[in-house]
Each structure stands twice: as C-alpha cells, then as structure tokens.
C-alpha cells in the first residue's frame, strides 16, 4: 500500500470537492491508502465510511492571502504544515495540496525537506508538445533569482522526472532563452548557458519560446519568474482559444456546428496545458513527492494529483533526484 496525505483545506473550492477527488482516486487504486489533514468535521467523517482513510485533525488554515512565511511559522496546526510534518515523520509518502503555492512551498521545503545538496526546490510540470512529444519544464515559479550551478541542478532533476514521467532514460535539456544561438541572452543566461555547457547534464543549447511546446527537448529549464510567466501565457492561450470557440458557437449555424466538433478537443487541450492531466506541478528536489495542485482545483484533478503523487513515490524518483545530484556534485 502506498500512502498519500491529502490536505482537503486552504484551497479555493470547498473541502467537500477535494474529497470527491480522493474518493475518485482510491476507486482508481486499490493499492492507495489516503492521511486527510484537516478540521474533524470534515476528515473524520469521511475516514469513518471510508476504509483506506484515515483523519490527521487539523485546527488551523492558510488562506490564499496570508503571507506564507509568516503563516506556517504561526499557524503550527495549519493542515499543511502538518500534513509536511506527517510525510517527515513517514506517515505518509507523499503529499497533494491545492492550498497556497507559497504556504505549500515553504511548508513543504521546510516540513518534508530538501533532499542532501539540493540547493533550491523547483516546481515542475510535463508540457504536452507536437505529436505525442512531452517536454519537462521548470522552475515554474519557485525561484524568482537563481545561480548558474542551481540552474545545472535544476537540469539533472528534470532529467529524473523525465525518466520516471515520460520513459526518457538521455533526455535533451534546453535553457528557455531569447535565440538558438549560444551568443543569445542576458549576462545572466549567458552565465547559465556557460554552467550548462560544463555541467554534464545532457545539455543540448538554448530553447526558444516556440520550443516550449515543441518535440526539441525533453527538458526544459529556467528561473522561475521567467518559467512562471511562460506557464501563464501557455495557460491563458489555452483559455483564449476556448474562449474564441465558444463566441463561435453564438453565430451561424455553420459556425455552430463547426465550433461543436471542435469543442471536445479543444477542452482536452486546455487540460493538457493546465497541467490537469497530473494534477498540478510537482516539487522537485524535497525527500518525498509534494504536488500543488491549481487553487481552483476540480475532484478530476485531485483524483489526477494523488495518483500521480503515488506514481511517483512508487517509481522512487526523489532517489533517482538524489542519485543525479550526488554523480553530479
């Protein structure tokens, strides 16, 4: 049995939408068990009729406004920071939440810890690409600044994840720059291209915008605030394409009808972008499996995020991040 801590609490959308989620997810995998963090008159009912739950009572919440820093420090019974706790403490291992990305991140970092020489937690996501092509992206927004040698880091735990998945076993790593050309960027991509270049990390030269969601690499790395920008405007395209199909919808019949058949795969597209697929990023670089899922989360993503979440703990792949930072350190 492999066991995920599930914090129901601090998301946009009710307790009750989450369970739905982790009632779908424990249908799906009959080998999953499920620790729910959060206040007992929702976990400790749901654990009473469900036999692989189990309730971790929490008195405390993060909302999405409150500084996270401050927050965890201060609300030691918050549902994440407790349920981080539990995943330190192996009661679990692993651990989907679609609260604060800022409480997850510093609960997370701080509550199951970096994995030894890991210099910085990145989150990352795989992008749907051409064909049937994937490509593994990040940081997506843990780490605004980065140095050239977290940067190389950053390079072989995606490699890992790649492995574990997208079957990769050499993945391509490209730097999300401004041109192809090894010329190309800021002083500081310049700095990050040199350490790349030097890093044994399989890298293949810089990636341009339009590779993000393309078949060139099968990694692609960044600092976040640049990653953080590009997963927006991925996301919002994705939005804007549906958004122009529905206005469709409202004209001629013609357009009514061509709109109608293009509906269905337009909407799995979206999915792809949104990340939906898996259920939310995941956080390299920690000793267990933490996936954040999107504040305005849906029972199908956190059904999605608590699988992926145990797929991972299964495929071991903090010890094959472990391993690559080790050869690589």
Known sequence: ???????????????EVLLEGVTRAL????????LLAGSADVVEPYCASHERARALVTTEVIGMAEHPASAVRQKKDASIVRAAAAVRAGEAEGLFSAGSTGAVLT???FGVGRIKGVKRPALSLPFP??????????????????????????????????????????ARVGLLCNG?????????????HEALANGSCGFAGNAEGTDVLGDRFDVIVCDGFTGNVCLKTVEGTGKFVLSRVKAAMKGSLGAKLGAALLAGP????????????????????????VVKGHGATSAEAVCAGTLSCAAYARANLCEKIAQACEIAG
Do not use: W
């Open 129 to 170: 690409g051409l064909g049937s092509h994937k490509t593994i992206f990040l940081d997506m927004g843990a780490n605004a600044d980065v140095k050239p040698e977290v940067m190389v880091q950053f390079a072989h735990m995606g490699r890992a994840f790649a492995e574990v998945a997208l079957g990769v076993s050499d």
């Open 266 to 289: 337009l909407k799995a597209m979206a999915g792809e972008l949104s990340g939906a697929e898996y259920g939310g990023a995941i956080l390299l670089g920690l000793r267990a499996p």
């Open 180 to 192: 192809s050309e090894d010329t190309k960027g800021s002083e500081m991509a310049l700095a990050y």
């Open 107 to 109: 609960a997370a970092t």
């Open 1 to 15: 049995m492999t066991t995920i801590c599930v914090d129901v609490m601090g998301a946009d959308k009710e307790p």
């Open 27 to 34: 249908e799906k995998d009959p080998d999953l068990c499920v």
